[in-house]
C-alpha cells in the first residue's frame, strides 16, 4: 500500500510516498529556516504563506522521483495536529482535495505519533510495546506505545519543552535560532562541568519535566555576570546547560522504563538528534540492559514520511478520515 503524505504543522513542507508503513519511496522537504532566522524564531503568518506557494511543486516533485501518477497512490496521510493552525491548513486543504477528486481514503495523523512512527521507517523489525522519549521545539513527553493505535502518556512537561529552552538560551547567547543545533555546536567547545545549573527532577514517583526553572537559572547567571562585568564564556554556559537538560532527560526515561519493566526505549523528534542526548542515553541504556532505537537526524526533524508510516497503521486499523477533517493546534496524543 502506497500512501502519499503530507506535512505543514510548523515550518517545514514536506511531501512523503511511503509503502506499507515502513519503506520510504520519496521524503522531499522544503525548510524555512533562512527565512525565520532572522526573526529569531517561527513567524506564523510567514510559514503559513511558504506552504502555500511551495507544496504544490513538492507534491510533484515527489510523484516524478517515485515516476508515479496521483492515480496510483492508495491513500492520502494529513498532518492535522498539534501545530500551528495555519499551517495545518495548508497541508490539509491539498490531502483533501486530492482525496476527493480521485476518491482515495484521506487518513488524519497526530504530528507526534507521526514522530514516534519514524521508527519504524528506521527498524522495520521493531514492533510495539516500548516506551519513547519525544522531545521536539513544542514537546517533550514519555510515551508507552501498547500497539499501534494505543499511546499512553506518562511524562509531559509541566512548562517549556526541551526545545524552547534550547531556542531561548540560544537567543540569550547570541547563537540564533535554531537554538538545537547551536547549542550542541557550541557545547563541544565548552566545559559541561563549569557551571551548576539545576536539575528539575520533580517528584520522583512522576516522570514529568520541568526547564522553565532551568531557563530562568541561565538567565539569572548571565544577568548576574553582567551586572558583575565579569565575562561570560558563551560556550560554557551552553555545554553546562545542555548537560542539564540532557542529565534529566535520561535519567526520567530509564527509570521510568525500570518502573514499568519495559525493555525497549525508542527517541523521537528533533531533540532526540542532540549528540549528547544520544551519547548519553546510548551508555545509560546498555548499562540498563534495555535495547534503544533512535532514527537518523533527517527523520526526527518534522517531515511527511513519518506521518506516511502512520497513516498506514491508522488505515489498516480502521482509523480513516472524512472531509470533515480539520486542524487541532493543541490535539491530544491518542485522539483523532
Same mark, same amino acid.
Given at each position: 500500500m %502506497?500512501i502519499?503524505s503530507?506535512?505543514t504543522?510548523c515550518?517545514?513542507?514536506s =511531501?512523503?510516498i511511503v509503502?506499507?508503513?515502513?519503506?520510504?519511496l520519496?521524503?522531499?522537504?522544503y525548510?524555512?529556516?533562512?527565512i525565520?532566522? %532572522?526573526?529569531g524564531?517561527v513567524?506564523?503568518?510567514?510559514a503559513s504563506?511558504?506552504h502555500?506557494t511551495k507544496l504544490?511543486?513538492?507534491?510533484?516533485d515527489?510523484l516524478?522521483e517515485?515516476?508515479m501518477?496521483?492515480?496510483e497512490?492508495?491513500a492520502?496521510?494529513v498532518?492535522?495536529?498539534?501545530?500551528l493552525?495555519?499551517a495545518l491548513? =495548508?497541508g490539509?486543504s491539498?490531502a483533501?482535495?486530492?482525496a476527493?477528486?480521485?476518491?482515495?481514503?484521506?487518513?488524519?495523523v497526530?504530528h507526534?505519533?507521526?514522530?514516534?512512527?519514524a521508527?519504524?521507517?528506521q527498524f522495520?523489525e521493531?514492533?510495539p510495546?516500548f516506551?519513547t522519549?519525544v522531545?521536539?521545539?513544542g514537546?517533550?513527553h514519555l510515551v508507552?506505545v501498547e500497539d499501534?493505535?494505543t499511546?499512553?502518556?506518562l511524562?509531559?512537561?509541566?512548562d517549556?519543552?526541551?526545545g524552547?529552552?534550547f531556542?531561548?538560551?540560544?537567543? =540569550?547567547?547570541?547563537?540564533?535560532y535554531p537554538?538545537?543545533?547551536?547549542?550542541?555546536?557550541?557545547?563541544?567547545?565548552? +566545559?559541561?562541568d563549569?557551571i551548576?545549573?539545576?536539575?528539575?527532577?520533580?517528584?520522583?514517583s512522576?516522570?514529568?519535566?520541568?526547564?522553565?526553572?532551568?531557563?530562568?537559572a541561565?538567565?539569572n547567571?548571565?544577568?548576574g555576570?553582567?551586572?558583575?562585568?565579569?565575562?561570560i564564556n558563551? +560556550?560554557?554556559?551552553?555545554?553546562?546547560?545542555?548537560?542539564?537538560?540532557?542529565?534529566v532527560?535520561v535519567?526520567k526515561?530509564?527509570?521510568?522504563a %525500570?518502573?514499568?519493566?519495559?525493555?525497549?526505549?525508542?527517541?523521537a523528534?528533533?531533540v532526540?538528534c542532540?549528540?549528547?542526548?544520544?551519547?548519553?542515553m546510548?551508555e545509560e541504556?546498555a548499562?540498563?540492559g534495555?535495547s534503544?532505537?533512535?532514527?537518523?537526524?533527517i527523520?526526527c526533524t518534522?517531515?511527511?514520511a513519518?506521518?506516511?508510516a502512520m497513516?498506514?497503521y491508522n488505515?489498516?486499523?480502521?482509523?480513516v478520515?472524512?472531509?470533515?477533517?480539520?486542524?487541532?493546534?493543541g490535539?491530544k496524543i491518542?485522539?483523532?
Amino acid at each position: 500500500m %502506497k500512501i502519499l503524505s503530507i506535512e505543514t504543522s510548523c515550518d517545514e513542507t514536506s =511531501v512523503a510516498i511511503v509503502e506499507d508503513g515502513r519503506k520510504i519511496l520519496t521524503n522531499r522537504i522544503y525548510s524555512q529556516i533562512d527565512i525565520h532566522q %532572522k526573526y529569531g524564531g517561527v513567524v506564523p503568518e510567514i510559514a503559513s504563506r511558504n506552504h502555500v506557494t511551495k507544496l504544490p511543486y513538492i507534491i510533484d516533485d515527489a510523484l516524478s522521483e517515485t515516476h508515479m501518477t496521483l492515480a496510483e497512490v492508495d491513500a492520502i496521510g494529513v498532518t492535522n495536529g498539534p501545530g500551528l493552525i495555519g499551517a495545518l491548513l =495548508v497541508g490539509l486543504s491539498a490531502a483533501k482535495a486530492i482525496a476527493y477528486s480521485l476518491d482515495k481514503p484521506l487518513i488524519g495523523v497526530h504530528h507526534i505519533e507521526g514522530h514516534i512512527a519514524a521508527n519504524f521507517l528506521q527498524f522495520p523489525e521493531l514492533e510495539p510495546p516500548f516506551l519513547t522519549l519525544v522531545v521536539s521545539g513544542g514537546h517533550s513527553h514519555l510515551v508507552l506505545v501498547e500497539d499501534y493505535q494505543t499511546f499512553k502518556v506518562l511524562g509531559r512537561t509541566i512548562d517549556d519543552a526541551a526545545g524552547e529552552a534550547f531556542d531561548k538560551i540560544s537567543r =540569550v547567547l547570541g547563537f540564533g535560532y535554531p537554538g538545537g543545533p547551536a547549542i550542541d555546536k557550541a557545547a563541544k567547545l565548552g +566545559n559541561l562541568d563549569a557551571i551548576a545549573f539545576p536539575r528539575v527532577f520533580l517528584d520522583k514517583s512522576e516522570y514529568n519535566f520541568s526547564f522553565s526553572g532551568l531557563k530562568s537559572a541561565v538567565l539569572n547567571y548571565i544577568n548576574g555576570m553582567k551586572m558583575k562585568n565579569e565575562p561570560i564564556n558563551p +560556550n560554557d554556559v551552553a555545554a553546562s546547560f545542555q548537560m542539564a537538560v540532557v542529565e534529566v532527560l535520561v535519567k526520567k526515561t530509564i527509570d521510568c522504563a %525500570k518502573h514499568i519493566r519495559m525493555d525497549k526505549i525508542c527517541m523521537a523528534g528533533g531533540v532526540s538528534c542532540n549528540s549528547l542526548l544520544r551519547q548519553m542515553m546510548t551508555e545509560e541504556a546498555a548499562k540498563a540492559g534495555l535495547s534503544l532505537h533512535y532514527p537518523d537526524p533527517i527523520l526526527c526533524t518534522d517531515n511527511a514520511a513519518m506521518i506516511g508510516a502512520m497513516a498506514y497503521y491508522n488505515y489498516i486499523n480502521g482509523v480513516v478520515s472524512d472531509l470533515s477533517l480539520n486542524g487541532i493546534p493543541g490535539l491530544k496524543i491518542g485522539t483523532r
